[in-house]
C-alpha cells in the first residue's frame, strides 16, 4: 500500500504566500518524479511543476518566477512554495509520484487526495 498525503492549503490574499507539502509512505523502493498538478473548478487538470529524483524541474509557464518546487528524498516529500498568489492560481492542487514498490517491484504513478488553494481578497 502506498499513500500520497498533501498538506498546507488554505485560503490567501492575491500576492500572499503558501507552502504546500505532500509526503509518500508505505512499501516505497523508490521514487522517481514527482509534481504537483490542479483543477480549477469547470477545467481540466493541468501540470503545475514536477521534479525528477535527479533534481530536473519543470514549471507550467504560467507559474514560473512566483512558485518552486523543491524535494526531500530522505523523507520522501515533495513541496510546492508558491508566491505572489493570483486569484487564478485558486484550485484543488493534486501531488502525483511515480514509485516503485518493495514488495513486487511494480512501478506507477500515484496521486494525493488533493489540498484547496483559494487567492481571494
Known amino acids: 500500500q502506498v499513500q500520497l498525503v498533501e498538506s498546507g492549503g488554505g485560503l490567501v490574499q492575491p500576492g500572499g504566500s503558501l507552502r504546500l507539502s505532500c509526503a509518500a509512505s508505505?512499501?516505497?523502493?523508490?521514487?522517481?518524479?514527482m509534481g504537483w498538478y490542479r483543477q480549477a473548478p469547470g477545467k481540466q487538470r493541468e501540470l503545475v511543476a514536477l521534479?525528477?529524483?535527479?533534481?530536473?524541474?519543470n514549471y507550467a509557464d504560467s507559474v514560473k518566477g512566483r512558485f518552486s518546487i523543491s524535494r526531500d528524498n530522505a523523507k520522501n516529500t515533495v513541496y510546492l512554495q508558491m508566491n505572489s498568489l493570483k486569484p487564478e492560481d485558486t484550485a484543488l492542487y493534486y501531488c502525483?509520484?511515480?514509485?516503485?514498490?518493495?514488495?513486487?517491484?511494480?512501478?506507477?504513478?500515484?496521486w494525493g487526495q488533493g489540498t484547496q488553494v483559494t487567492v481571494s481578497s
Open positions: 502525483n509520484a511515480l514509485i516503485t514498490r518493495h514488495y513486487d517491484y511494480s512501478t506507477r504513478g500515484y
Open positions: 508505505g512499501s516505497i523502493l523508490s521514487i522517481n518524479t
Open positions: 521534479i525528477t529524483s535527479g533534481g530536473n524541474i
